[in-house]
Structures are given as C-alpha cells and as structure tokens.
C-alpha cells in the first residue's frame, strides 16, 4: 500500500461514502464531507453537522480516540498485533479496527472501499467455548479474534472488557466488512461479584418504570458468563438485514477526549449536557425530560458511574434524540452509598447522600425543566423503583443464580430510598 492511501480513510454510512479523513502529519488531520446526493445526510457528530466544510484535529482527533476502548493495555496490543507500536494516532488503529464501531460510520480503507460498498462481509460461526474464549481473551486485553489478517473487526468504546457479535437464526457470529455486529457481550467487571446481574437487573429496573434503556439478558458461554446487550445502534430491515444507526456519546458530541469523562476532572456537566440537548434535539423539551430522569434514576440507585460518555446521541439526517439508557450500574449492591459521589453535580454537589429534593429543585432550570415537573418525577421514581427492581430480580436468567449482590442490591436500595428520596 503506498504512502498516499495510508493516510487516507473513506467515511461510509450504511453503503454510502459520505467523506473522508485524510491525515498529513503525526497530529494533522481532517475530515472533508462529500458534497450529499439526493437523500438525507447525516453527519457524524454535531460537533461537525457539515454538510459542506472542513474539519480539523482540534475536533476530529478527540472524536476519532471515542470510538476505541478506553483499556490502555488492549490499545498496546492492538498496535503491536498491527505493527504500528510507535503510532498512538487513533487513525493508525481505525485503519485495521473502524468498519464496525459505535454509530453507523464505517472508516475504510481504500483497498476495502469496494467490498464494502459491494455489501461483502463474512459471519463466522461460533460455538459457545469460542465465544468463552473471546471473552477470556477480552478480559485479559489481547486481540478478541485468534485469525490473523482479520479486516473490518469491531472497536467498541468504554473501559470495561466486552466483545461484539452477531446473533442469527443459526446462532452467534463473529461479523466483519460490511456486516455489522447486533449485540455486545461483556462479563463481569473483575472485583465486583456478579456485576453482570447488577448491571441487567438496574438497566431493567430503568424500562420498568418507562425510561428507555437498553434490552438485556444474561447468558453462559461454556465457562464463562456475561450480560448480552442488544445493540440500539442496529436494526434489522424486513428484508432481514441489518443496517447501522449513527450515534455519538455526549463527549463526542462536545469535543471533548475521552479521558475528560468525567465532570470532576474538567468533563461535561449535567448543565452542559442539558444546554447541548436544548440546542441540538429535534424534540429538546422532551429529550431534556429524559435526560434528567436518567439523573434522577442514578441517584436513586446510586448510580456512581453515569459520566459524558454513557448518554448518547441518535443522529439521522436533521433528526436528532437522546440515545437509549446503557451502561447502568447500581452501586448498592457494593456499599450502602453512604460514600459514594455521581459522576454529575447535583447543584454543585458529587455527593450522593448529601442531594436533596430541594437541591433538585434549584437544579431544574440548568436542566431546562420545571422544577415542580422534577419533584413529581423523583417522587413517581422512588415510589415504583424497589417494585420495579422487585420483579428485575425475578427474571428467570437472574433469580436461577440466588445471587448474595442481589440480594444485598434490593436490601440497601430499600434503605437508600428511604434516606434519600424524601430529603
């Protein structure tokens, strides 16, 4: 491959090129849009809305670094398995990890441009020990899938372990090319036992009392076991193909790295996140709605890891909407929260224990809701949360394990409710 198309990747939605990145120095690069067709365009991020327009690394670079892991050591492994060590560009490693990544964009490279647009890719059956295997690989940060020269794999964002794959009638795959993966796998966070079933009771916990969150379910793959999540991001067709969805989490969307997730090392805030929601959605009184039910639901579960980068944006052509839920935790089955800080001031406070409903109420309007809306919100969700957590719990691939963090997850939000919810 000549030196020109090592720094040149097609940006490709849904088999349409819509741009490119084009690199011309260690920390130079662009992306210029193509001039749209006929038909919707959509950008990759509201942070670049185009259609027309350059951008440059001071938005574009931060971008690109929020679509890999945020796990340093797979990072390594990646670059040592693809022969770029020296090479700490996200650029270097979408080249060989940017066909299946979080949104609907696919980054290309010219050589491949033609299977892609083609439609061309490859679903490799896997068995349940294969699967096991790839977590295990997962977890220990090397590279997920054991074939060399493998093109088109995924990059999924985030810190914790996890793998992408596709789900049919005939079973699990493993996707590449134009093939995109359905759901993610992760198994549990090493330390915090059980941490799969928290997370799958929490995030049905959310759907139980009306917020939308991400499906779910737990599943054992020979040895290992992990909470399978349905890709919101995907969708199948009638005619039984999958198609991507464009999002962004909300650092992208604010031009933001990666690194600055969180509000108490420089990230954005619930205000600002807010400010961008009122700005950006297609439907901002609604989406601001839903935006601070997702705070106020952390709160109530101690949620203390709801950062930047776990709320999204969905992006198709000028319609813009607050993602579904993911990534939802409950600490409590950990501590009883007494400890424990959000990842979001409350009124300019981290501390969990120490929000008030008053507190809420004075933080409505940099939320851009009403503050009589927001106390009947906080009083509608902890009056169904521990009912709704109740029957979570009672799913069959939950209550089959008798697991002590569950238990400990509905004792302690009990108490937690009553300290907190009426403050």
């Known amino acids: 491959m000549n030196g020109a198309t090592e720094h040149f990747l097609h940006v490709v939605m849904n088999g349409r090129v819509i741009g490119d990145v084009q690199r011309s120095g260690k920390r130079k690069m662009r992306l210029r849009y193509e001039t749209p067709s006929a038909g919707r365009f959509t950008p990759l991020s509201v942070s670049m809305p185009g259609?027309?327009?350059?951008?440059r690394e001071a938005v574009l670079v931060p971008w690109l670094q929020g679509l890999?892991?945020?796990r340093p050591e797979m990072l390594r492994q990646w670059r040592r398995r693809f022969g770029i060590?020296?090479?700490?560009?996200?650029?270097?490693?979408?080249?060989?990890?940017?066909?299946?990544?979080?949104g609907a964009a696919q980054f290309v490279r010219p050589d491949r441009l033609q299977a892609v647009l083609d439609g061309r890719g490859d679903l490799d059956d896997l068995h349940s020990v294969e699967v096991a295997e790839m977590l295990r690989r997962a977890?220990?940060?090397?590279?997920?899938?054991?074939?060399?020269?493998?093109?088109g794999k995924f990059s999924l964002a985030g810190a914790q372990a996890k793998i992408a794959l596709h789900r049919s009638d005939r079973g699990w795959s493993d996707p590449s090319g134009a093939v995109p993966s359905t759901h993610i796998v992760k198994p549990s966070i090493?330390?915090?036992t059980d941490q799969d079933l928290i997370e799958a009771v929490t995030l049905r916990t959310a759907t139980g009392l009306g917020l939308r969150a991400a499906r779910c379910a737990i599943e054992e793959f020979d040895d290992e076991r992990g909470i399978v999540v349905t890709r919101y991001d995907r969708i199948q067709r009638s005619t039984g193909r999958w198609q991507r969805v464009h999002q962004e989490d909300m650092c992208q969307?604010?031009?933001?790295?990666?690194?600055?997730?969180?509000?108490?090392?420089?990230?954005?805030?619930?205000?600002?996140?807010?400010?961008?929601l009122q700005r950006t959605s297609s439907k901002p009184e609604n989406d601001t709605r839903r935006f601070a039910q997702a705070l106020v639901f952390n709160w109530l579960t101690c949620g203390t890891d709801g950062h930047a980068r776990n709320?999204?944006?969905l992006l198709s052509g000028e319609d813009i909407r607050l993602a579904p839920l993911y990534d939802l935790n409950s600490h409590l089955a950990y501590s009883d929260g007494a400890g424990n800080d959000l990842s979001m001031a409350v009124n300019g406070s981290f501390h969990a224990a120490a929000a008030s409903v008053d507190d809420w109420a004075r933080f409505a309007t940099r939320l851009h809701v009403d503050a009589d809306w927001l106390r009947d919100e906080i009083t509608r969700q902890s009056d169904g949360l521990l009912d709704a957590m109740v029957r979570a719990t009672k799913s069959d691939d939950i209550a089959r394990y008798d697991s002590p963090?569950?238990?400990r997850l509905l004792a302690n939000t009990e108490a937690w409710l009553k300290r907190v919810a009426h403050s």
């Open 190 to 192: 090493p330390g915090m």
């Open 253 to 276: 969307a604010l031009a933001v790295w990666p690194d600055n997730k969180y509000e108490s090392q420089g990230g954005p805030g619930a205000a600002t996140i807010a400010d961008l």
């Open 405 to 407: 963090a569950v238990a």
């Open 51 to 55: 259609p027309s327009g350059r951008y």
């Open 139 to 151: 977890k220990a940060d090397l590279p997920v899938s054991m074939k060399e020269g493998t093109s």
């Open 311 to 313: 709320y999204s944006l």
């Open 68 to 70: 890999l892991p945020d």
């Open 85 to 102: 060590a020296d090479d700490i560009s996200p650029f270097s490693l979408l080249r060989h990890v940017g066909e299946d990544v979080a």
